[in-house]
């Protein structure tokens, strides 16, 4: 079946008062993006070819956020808060000059799949309509109902607070989520009222209008989990946990291995290749690449990107990493190389075969093929005012607790004894630089300076 043109709205207006924060509900983050970028990113996996965006009064943020993932978008401000169909209406001029189907989804449910709208649709049929998402709800109180008749047709949505006894014992229930096919639906829409419990103009009553100009109105299904929506922490704790099992599940079978998959966090555009394998305890934040055979040990952290250094992580062919080792937004850790634990690499770039073993710090800089960064290795890349670079030539072999004053250079084969600290001037390819202070051993100090001490107490006391 062709599809038509899409129009998505998503409604984003909801302050979310019970998630207690000065942040809009819908900026709140899951898998390393906002529920509102989550829901973008569906409409834009749905086929959508326009999009519209429904915010509250006085939310900037959220339309910053809008037009950071969809820049095209139409963004449409609800000023009162009367209701779904209220909210839909805020559209109005974008919804009367679109020709085709328009989908409304929510910018508080980011477990919706791309598949489960591309269902939704193929319900309208070939004719002009109306498609409802449902689910049956393990309970339903709280939710609206599909009233469905013998014949299996949708005859009506009824809310909660409104519904009957017998009504309240149906547990196919709404998500909310309702596809058009009409030119109709502004009118539609206008001729909603709000003769209800709580005063409000419920989309759901399109239903019935829809009935009474005899369009032929379906429904879909859907899992509970798929249309959870978020109000509160706990909920986003949840939708989280969820989000998390699907990922993991998808990267098993794609064919890494997870020994501990319940203690691995992925984020929304994590890249894992085949024959990796991940310890317990490993957490990976947005922008962050692994290739293949690459092996991440227990107890890292892959932070990818940043407000500053908008470069993620990437970790290359049959590299090791860890345990315990931190990668911030711009490592790039090369074929082979070798990351121990507690080494931190910020902005920098290993090539093949270097090695940063264990207790090192390496930031903003480039280091050669096959070179070794000895324990307690830092760059010193930062003044107090600005970032230095450090470059270390491939083949170098900087020792124990070095420190490297930025900007600076080790030419390749370069060593650089231990404890030395190298600033001022470059280290010479194939050279040692040893800086260091005279070694002074003064005999009998311990004793002396133990009894100096002894005496000084007495006399305080």
Known sequence: MTMQPLLVVILAAGKGTRMKSAMPKVLHPLAGRSLLGHAIALSKDAGATRLAVVVGPDMAQVETEARRHAPDASIVVQHQQLGTANAVLAAREVIASHSGDVCVLFADTPLLTAGTVHHLRQSLGQASGVAVLGFHAADPTGYGRLLIDGAGSLLAIREDRDASAAERKVTLCNSGVVAFRTPKLVSILERI?????????????????????????????????????????????????????????????????????????????????????????????????????????????????????????RVRKGAEIGPFARLRPGADIGVEAHIGNFVEIKNATLEQGAKASHLAYIGDAHVGADANIGAGTITCNYDGFSKGHTEIGAGAFIGSNTALVAPVAVGSGAYVGAGSVVSGRDVEAGALSVVRGERRDIPGWVAKSRAAMVKRSAEKK
């Open 193 to 313: 009222g709000n003769a209800n419990a709580k005063q409000e103009y419920y989309l759901t009553d399109a239903i019935e209008i829809a009935r009474e100009q005899g369009l032929p109105v379906a429904a879909s299904t859907c899992t509970e989990d798929e249309v959870l929506g978020i109000n509160s922490r706990d909920q986003l704790a949840v939708a989280e946990a969820i989000w998390q099992r699907r990922a993991r599940l998808k990267v098993m079978r794609d064919g890494a291995t997870l020994i501990a998959p319940e203690t691995v966090w992925l984020s929304y555009d994590t890249v894992i290749g085949r024959d990796v394998v991940i310890e317990p305890n490993v957490i990976i934040g947005p922008g962050v690449v692994i290739e293949d055979d690459v092996t991440i040990k227990a107890n890292c952290h892959l932070q990818g990107i940043d407000r500053k250094v908008s470069t993620g992580v």
